[in-house]
């Protein structure tokens, strides 16, 4: 059962900037798929605000080089949004994988990335596309990197008067880009692991190589010192494998040995052996 | 015409509109509620129990403990040796030890919430000891349950095969995940009688626990079936009923119950991990020519179904095959760990992951297709079972395998990762080598119009619809003329439980005999020669009294030798074969069901479609049992981490019946239940190997199990 609250339904952005700003012990609501899990475990808010009516959080908007999406646009209208399909295919699939229809209908970005999982499913690929979220609050705006805004599990910098309000991310044209998650049933489940990665090359040489690892580590994170390794590398089996190598050293770096890692390493090796060495490593 | 025919399940409709009475909807004036405060403890002496937080929270009216019970503080189904409410001592985490009463729901659970125990740990005993020789739970020792089966003699067998195959199969706790949990409610009647309607597979059985709990007379108790949401054996053994009759009784005001998600999983029974030792031998043709079964079980604290799992896999050790040594050990031990009870097959499913995979394996040994060493091995009329018993008739398992030979010798493998699986079983109808008969009714009523009474629990696995058909197709009637009255301990005598997948065959029999009975009172009266209307014949005849026709049937079975096994411990068998695809994904380890081919003997198929439901549901719980479904105890506390099938994990699945007649039983029918799920798991496994050719000894075959066998395959390479 819920603890009780007060209920407040604001109707733009700056009614609750307002809201949050003045009432002390608030708690905002988007999709409520992880707040109202939360609360029914006994977590106690106040008040709750509900941001579904701040119509400026939805939407998409094409900047030229970068997409802003609105922190409350959800995982079921992220996946079929054409030009997020075309230039941000991982993050479409990623949002398009996420718990249940019922889950995807009602959970945001905002909510996903806020909630700070390590298993949150569009952390890696916002991670590959350099995204930067913009955090607004009575007092002003400010941005920040996607990959600072997280500082560890369901950690992140946001005040307590801020509303994170949108996610920009590059666009890749010309890049092979993808996601893959790992989950104990076919849907439904959180991932065990995920992987996002956008890879550009031409004529048997890698240009630029980005990869994530989601569900692995406290946070995602981008192995940068494999990605530039293989810069302007052939894409050849001893390289991608030496690459392999570069991620699972690091993930072992950032989190030591870990009991889950002997599934986890080599479903990574596998993965990424398959993404970085096309057919040539399979 | 009746029989065979897909008529609509007569619960349909109110399920689709929603209007059905499920326990968790019942609601009556002035209702109270009750929760249960539950150990947190495996293993520990309650020290000191303070209530007074309880009592604090405005709206809490009473907390019950084991000194309010006016009876007897135990029940069980088999043995009587589980307490209603801890007294001194509690065994495993989620014992019973007070119930809280209260105005409504969120106080009731306040109160208990503030209840403060004081628990005097000690050391739990977590694995099964065979030894005997580590700690125990019980005074007694720590053996529940030792059930075995001798023929001919393993040793020789052993010695004249060509080939033997050895290996040790783990399975673990399971949880029945039916979608309603366990709910009810009680108050108190006109007639100053305890009323109590729940979520259950079985009233009779449970106004005998009541009766027992409050000293009262069976009489002065009723018990009714709510519309159940699933039971799958887990609504066999007492739940809420016990703490609902003990709450009316010293209050006087209706009471309702519910458990949480998190509650059920935690108290409930769950389906016993087995440890099976399995040997087989065979000769190069591929005949079997020795068992060796020695299996360990952990079946918690309490008895619970234990007895009847114990002896039932032992019973089903070698699976539906003819084997002329058999050598089969199962020993069930106490632990401090949950209480394993009732669930779908009785361990059979545990057993058919074992003789199955053993079976792949010696056809492996031997270059033979796993579909010959079946059909060459495979039970048929004349043979001889485990326990001696000569199959008479309806024994269709080599028809079963017939019906998806086509389709086993065309397979083709599209992919790397894709494989095939076969999983076959028996099983034995109703419980086993013991009396368990069921009653009918049927009476001519009102304006002529027929009831069939029946204490035959609907649990979603058809019955209601199945013995209206056969009371139709024996009266020859309309189905405008019959009105069902089930779940009702008013109204109808015993027809035992909703298990052992025995309503069909045993409570058909005695409806079909009571609608016998019926029949030739219409039949006198005019009704099929002369065209008289059923409420002409009613009405010439009501002042006579009630015309209440009774059918009773008890499948002819005899008791075990205890030292052999050897008897009659069935009256019939069902037997299946299921054919898997599956795609297993090596670089993550994850296996999709791609689709499955289920052939059953069910007898005679009363209501086809109705039949492709259970397969369809066992499939999918074949499907958890295989890949995914595992109760950690301690860690598992909900759906969260309790991942059963969704319909994305669900293959496609094509029916096929064999119809070899039991002439015993309802127009030639059996029962489907259980066999439904039973060697879907198996066929699973067995299609794992075959996709990446590693061998899966210990379910669930998870994503993460999966990957580790495919990673040492790769090391020992
Ligand atoms: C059954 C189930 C399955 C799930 N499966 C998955 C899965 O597969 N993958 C996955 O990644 N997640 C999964 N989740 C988690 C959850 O659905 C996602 O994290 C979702 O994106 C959360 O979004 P929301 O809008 O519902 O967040 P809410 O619950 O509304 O909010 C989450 C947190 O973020 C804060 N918040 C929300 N919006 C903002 C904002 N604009 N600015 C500042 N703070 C904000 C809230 O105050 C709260 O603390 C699952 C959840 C459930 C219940």
């Known amino acids: 059962m819920l603890p009780p609250f007060s209920y407040i339904a604001v109707h733009s952005k700056q009614e609750a900037l307002t809201s949050l700003a003045s009432l002390a012990g608030a708690a905002l609501l988007a999709g409520g798929t992880d707040l109202l899990v939360r609360m029914k475990k006994g977590e106690t808010h106040r008040y709750v605000i509900d941001l579904t009516g701040a119509a400026e959080l939805s939407g998409v908007k094409d900047r030229g080089g970068t997409l802003r999406i609105g922190s409350g646009m959800t995982h079921a209208r992220i996946g079929a949004h054409p030009a997020i399909a075309k230039t941000c295919g991982g993050l479409a699939a990623a949002c398009s994988a996420v718990g249940s229809p019922q889950v995807r209908n009602m959970g945001t970005l905002g909510g996903n990335l806020v909630n700070a999982s390590p298993a949150a499913d569009s952390i890696a690929p916002l991670l590959v596309h350099n995204a930067v979220v913009t955090l607004e609050s009575i007092d002003g705006m400010r941005s920040e990197k996607l990959e600072r805004f997280i500082t560890g599990p369901y950690r992140t910098t946001i005040g307590k008067h801020e509303i994170l309000t949108s996610v920009e991310a590059d666009t890749l044209a010309g890049y092979n880009e993808g996601y893959r998650r790992v989950a104990k049933r076919a849907g439904w489940a959180i991932s065990r692991l995920s992987l996002a990665w956008a890879l550009n090359d031409a004529d048997g040489v890698f240009k630029d190589v980005r990869i994530a690892v989601g569900s692995c580590t406290p946070v995602p994170f981008r192995p940068r010192e494999a990605e530039a390794f293989l810069a302007g590398k052939g894409r050849e089996r001893p390289v991608v494998e030496e690459a392999v190598k570069m991620v699972l050293d690091e993930i072992r770096r950032i989190s030591g040995m870990r009991p889950s890692f002997a599934y986890k390493l080599p479903v990574v090796r596998d993965l990424l052996l398959s993404v970085l060495g096309g057919d040539s490593c399979s | ?717």
């Open chain 2, 1 to 717: 015409m009746f029989i065979g025919r897909d008529l609509d399940r007569v619960d349909a409709l109110a399920k689709v509109l929603g209007t059905a009475g499920f326990a968790h909807d019942l609601r009556m004036e002035g209702m109270l509620f009750a929760c249960v405060v539950r150990s947190t403890k495996p293993h520990a002496l309650l020290r000191d129990v303070d209530v007074s937080g309880a009592y604090a929270v405005p709206g809490v009216l009473r907390v019950v403990s084991h000194k309010d019970i006016p009876g007897q503080n135990t029940f069980g189904a088999l043995r009587k040796d589980q307490p209603f409410l801890a007294e001194s001592r509690v065994r495993y985490v989620g014992e019973p030890i007070l119930v809280v009463i209260g105005e409504n729901e969120a106080v009731a659970r306040e109160g208990a919430a503030r209840v403060r125990i004081d628990y005097g740990e000690i050391d739990a005993v977590l694995e099964p000891d065979a030894t005997g020789k580590g700690r125990q739970i019980y005074d007694t020792g720590s053996l529940m349950a030792y059930k075995k089966v001798r023929k001919g003699d393993v040793e020789k067998g052993s010695a004249a095969s060509d080939v033997v195959v050895a290996h040790t199969f783990r399975t673990t706790w399971i949880d029945h995940a039916f979608l309603e949990t366990e709910a009810g409610i009680g108050y108190v009647d006109e007639g100053g009688r305890i009323v109590i309607k729940s979520s259950t597979q079985n009233i009779h059985y449970k106004r005998v626990e009541i009766s027992r709990l409050l000293a009262i007379p069976e009489e002065r108790i009723r018990v009714v079936q709510a519309t159940t949401g699933g039971g799958f054996g887990g609504k066999l053994d007492v739940t809420c009923e016990g703490f609902l009759a003990l709450a009316v009784h010293l209050l006087k005001r209706p009471v309702f119950m519910r458990y949480t998600r998190e509650e059920s999983f935690l108290s409930n029974t769950k389906r016993h991990p087995l440890s099976i030792d399995y040997k087989t031998g065979a000769r190069k043709d591929g005949t079997l020519t020795a068992v060796k079964v020695d299996i360990t079980g952990d079946t918690g604290p309490y008895a619970s179904y234990g007895d009847a799992v114990c002896l039932r896999v032992a019973v089903h050790a070698t699976g539906p095959y003819e084997v002329p040594n058999v050598w089969a050990d199962c020993k069930l031990l106490y632990t401090n760990n949950p209480v394993s009870g009732a669930m779908r097959g009785f361990g059979v499913p545990q057993l058919a992951f074992a003789h199955e995979s053993q079976l792949d394996e010696v056809a492996e040994a031997l270059g033979m297709d796993p579909i010959d060493i079946r059909i060459r091995n495979g039970l048929k009329r004349g043979s001889v079972t485990a326990t001696g018993q000569v199959l008479s008739a309806s024994a269709g398992f080599v028809e079963t395998l017939k019906k998806i030979e086509p389709f086993w010798r065309a397979r083709q493998k599209t992919k790397k990762g894709s494989g095939f699986g076969l999983g076959c079983m028996y099983y034995g109808i109703g419980n086993t080598g013991v009396a368990n008969p069921a009653n009918a009714l049927v009476e001519l009523g009102e304006e002529g119009r027929v009831i069939l009474h029946t204490g035959a629990c609907e649990i979603g696995q058809g019955s209601d619809t199945a013995l209206l058909q056969i009371a139709l197709e024996t009266l020859g009637v309309a189905r405008s003329d019959v009105l069902l009255d089930r779940g009702d301990t008013d109204t109808s005598k015993d027809a035992g439980s909703s298990s052992a997948s025995r309503q069909t065959y045993i409570s058909g029999k005695a409806v079909q005999e009571a609608a016998l009975g019926l029949r030739a009172f219409l039949d006198e009266a005019g009704y099929y020669h002369r065209g008289r209307a059923l409420g002409d014949i009613y009405r010439a005849t009501k002042d006579k009294g009630r015309l209440l026709f009774e059918g009773f049937f008890n499948p002819p079975a005899s008791g075990l030798d205890e030292a052999t096994g050897q008897g009659i411990p069935y009256a019939t068998y069902a037997f299946a074969s299921h054919m898997t695809e599956v795609e297993v994904e090596e670089a993550t380890g994850a296996c999709r069901v791609k689709q499955v081919h289920a052939a059953h003997d069910v007898g005679k198929s009363i209501n086809p479609k109705a039949i492709r439901g259970q397969i369809c549901g066992g499939v999918a719980m074949g499907v958890g049992l295989a890949l995914m479904e595992e109760f950690i105890p301690g860690k598992t506390a909900s759906f969260d981490a309790y991942y059963i099938p969704t319909s994305l994990d669900m293959p496609r699945v094509e029916v096929f019946l064999v119809e070899d007649e039991e002439p015993t039983g309802p127009f030639g029918a059996k029962g489907v239940g259980e066999p439904a799920l039973i060697p879907q798991a198996a066929s699973v496994v067995n299609a794992v190997t075959d996709a990446v050719g590693v061998h899966v000894y210990e379910l669930p075959c998870h994503v993460e199990r999966l990957k580790g066998l495919i990673e040492s395959k790769k090391t020992t390479k």
